[in-house]
């Protein structure tokens, strides 16, 4: 079995990072293990038209600056280009194809053990693994029933076949907002929420939200437990908001639940809807 000092469980940008600043903390050469073909996460299965919230500037990993115009949304082919450089740059064995399926503890050391049954020990083992293959499916009534279709924002990739469909797309966040723009020019769309959205401005007196954050020193700030209680809220230049009005894409309080050929809203109202898009997390 071989012995390492550190694994690093996924090489998406968390475990690229940390990959990066292992040595500072006094690791060795680190081992990444990514289930994917390549090592650059979840990132070349979002949809295709997926722009970043945040400037190239603050999108970079340790070590390596993100090209081009700093100030610019680097969009998602453009940030999987990134982190193939990267990983081709960095000092760490990195292995793609290798999905691990158990850590467990045994005579002082963590034994990984992948799909294929090789295993590895390691003094330390550290998961940078994400969310993207268990995605948040709420449940409800009367979903099976459904026979339109149910689908989450990790299998959407773009509008094309949607073309002419009643749509719902389900979240209040950055995504789910910036794919029912996109649909809106296709299709008949509403954004379904619990709450009222939320926006809030991308800029505010010339520069980006980012870099108020970094110049008041609040993205380092112990004030997590705080920010956890605000309302989700989306950035937006005005692009986005501006889109939605633009393709007519409504705003509704979230339905209460599915019928065979569509949804019934909180009001009692029912309507047929082809497709469910749960932008949920």
């Known amino acids: 079995m071989e012995h390492t000092d550190l694994i690093i469980i996924g090489a998406g940008q968390a475990g ?3 990959a990066a600043l292992a040595r500072r903390y ?13 090592p650059a996460g979840s990132w070349p299965d979002y949809y295709d038209s997926l722009t970043l919230f945040s ?47 158990s850590v467990r503890r045994e005579g002082g050391a963590w034994i ?5 049954g090789t295993s590895w020990s390691a003094r330390t083992v550290i998961a940078a693994t994400g969310n993207y293959t268990t995605p948040n499916m709420p449940v409800l009534p009367g979903q099976d029933a459904f026979t339109g279709r149910v689908l989450h924002a990790a299998e959407y990739r773009g509008p094309e076949p949607f073309d002419g469909q009643r749509v719902v797309v389900v979240g209040g966040g950055n995504s789910a907002v910036q794919i029912a723009a996109e649909l809106g020019a296709v299709a008949e769309v509403s954004l379904a929420t619990r709450r009222p959205l939320g926006w809030m401005p ?8 980012h870099w108020w954050l970094k110049y008041t020193r609040l993205d380092v700030a112990p004030i997590r437990r705080w920010l956890e209680k605000l309302p989700v809220s989306v950035l937006d230049d005005g692009r986005y908001r501006a889109a939605l009005d633009r393709h007519g894409v ?12 569509g949804v019934v809203w909180d009001d009692g109202a029912k309507e047929r809807v082809d497709a469910v898009l749960l932008a949920t997390g």
């Open 55 to 101: 400037p190239a500037r603050y999108s970079a990993l340790p070590g390596l600056p993100f090209p081009g115009d700093p100030d610019r949304y680097p969009t998602r082919d453009e940030v999987v280009d990134y982190l193939r450089r990267y990983a081709a740059r960095l000092d760490a064995d990195v292995r793609t194809r290798t999905r691990v399926t």
């Open 26 to 38: 006094g690791f060795g050469r680190p081992l990444l293990l990514e289930a994917a073909a390549e």
């Open 112 to 116: 990984v053990t992948a799909e294929d």
């Open 202 to 209: 991308q800029t505010i007196l010339g520069r980006d939200l």
């Open 250 to 261: 409504d705003q509704r309080s979230m339905f209460a639940r599915y019928e065979a050929d």
């Open 16 to 18: 690229l990072a940390t």
